[in-house]
């Protein structure tokens, strides 16, 4: 054997020399998912608030600023907890490997959150003009932050339900769905009725669209690979998570499209605010329940 040869295998490093058995993301990232919904969601809905209802949502520039720079943080908090080294977390952007969802959606995230930080300042020193500028910026940065996650889990090639075009689609309408609702709860009575009818739009549209992307996946999904058709046994039936898949869909989805529609009859913005409530509540479980269930089927 060539000298380099010998050297070589004296300094192989084993990463992975057997499976990893049960849950490797826990609740933890679905806070993650959950927080940067919420985080990028404000931000898209401040965008079309400002071009629609321009004198309403003129004074909640500073404050929906500070909503996603606190849950782009928690995101962010909760992503460096998850880590096996987080004290390592600095070898992303001086070792970054590009083929990695990580590396991009590091560098992309903290890119937002200096965004958002200025956002801030410029909010503080009533500078509009400016803030509008960059939050252009920010928003279509927002894009490729709420889906980085999508792509982190497509990447997992052995889990046959995380699919990237219905994930990406899921990840968009979790923004929306959270942003809209964070929106209608933040807004109190700075918004009018025309721009909350507006959120509430946003909101049902959101839901329903959701909604018909889990179904389809529940329905047909199983045509797709064997693998699907066992994940799904976990959520059928007598499944381990089916009483919380359930409760996630009428909670996140269901419920918020019928308040809606009853807050719009009746004029209620209460009956909205409860709509709000709702969906940011369920969207959390929905979020924990698709990504348990993948987890659980053993890999050989």
């Given amino acids: 054997m060539a000298a380099h040869e010998?050297?070589?295998?004296?300094?192989?490093?084993?990463?992975?020399?057997?499976a990893l058995p049960g849950i490797v993301w826990p609740w933890l990232v679905t806070v993650n998912m959950w927080a940067k919904s919420i985080g990028t969601g404000?931000?898209?809905m401040l965008f079309m608030l400002l071009r629609m209802h321009p004198e309403s949502a003129k004074n909640l520039r500073l404050p929906t600023a500070i909503v996603a720079f606190v849950f782009i943080n928690i995101f962010l908090l909760f992503t460096l907890a998850d880590l096996h080294q987080p004290f390592r977390m600095y070898y992303i952007f001086v070792h970054a490997h590009w083929t990695s969802a990580i590396a991009w959606g590091s560098f992309m995230a903290s890119g937002f959150l200096g965004l958002l930080t200025l956002l801030i300042f410029?909010?503080?020193k009533k500078n509009d003009e400016t803030y509008d500028k960059v939050l252009l910026w920010t928003t279509i940065l927002a894009i490729p932050v709420t889906l980085y996650t999508a792509a982190l889990m497509a990447q997992c090639t052995a889990r046959e339900l995380w699919q990237m075009p219905t994930e990406s689609a899921q990840m968009i309408l979790a923004a929306t769905l959270s942003g809209s609702a964070a929106m209608i709860l933040l807004g109190g009575n700075k918004l009018s009725y025309e721009a909350k009818k507006t959120l509430g739009?946003?909101?049902?549209?959101?839901?329903?669209?959701a909604f018909i992307i889990y179904m389809s996946e529940y329905i047909f999904g199983p045509m797709k690979a064997e693998e699907v058709a066992v994940v799904m046994e976990y959520i059928k039936g007598d499944g381990?998570?089916?009483v919380m898949f359930w409760l996630g869909q009428w909670i996140a989805y269901l419920l918020p499209m019928v308040f809606i529609?009853?807050?719009r009859s009746s004029k209620s913005e209460s009956i909205l605010k409860l709509a709000a409530i709702f969906a940011l509540v369920g969207l959390a479980i929905v979020k924990h329940v698709w990504l348990m269930i993948p987890q659980l089927l053993p890999m050989s």
Avoid: E, H, K, R
């Fill in 42 to 44: 404000v931000i898209f």
């Fill in 122 to 124: 410029l909010a503080w």
């Fill in 261 to 263: 529609l009853l807050s």
């Fill in 240 to 242: 381990p998570y089916t």
């Fill in 6 to 18: 010998i050297l070589a295998a004296t300094n192989a490093v084993v990463t992975l020399d057997v």
């Fill in 201 to 209: 739009v946003v909101l049902g549209l959101s839901a329903l669209m």
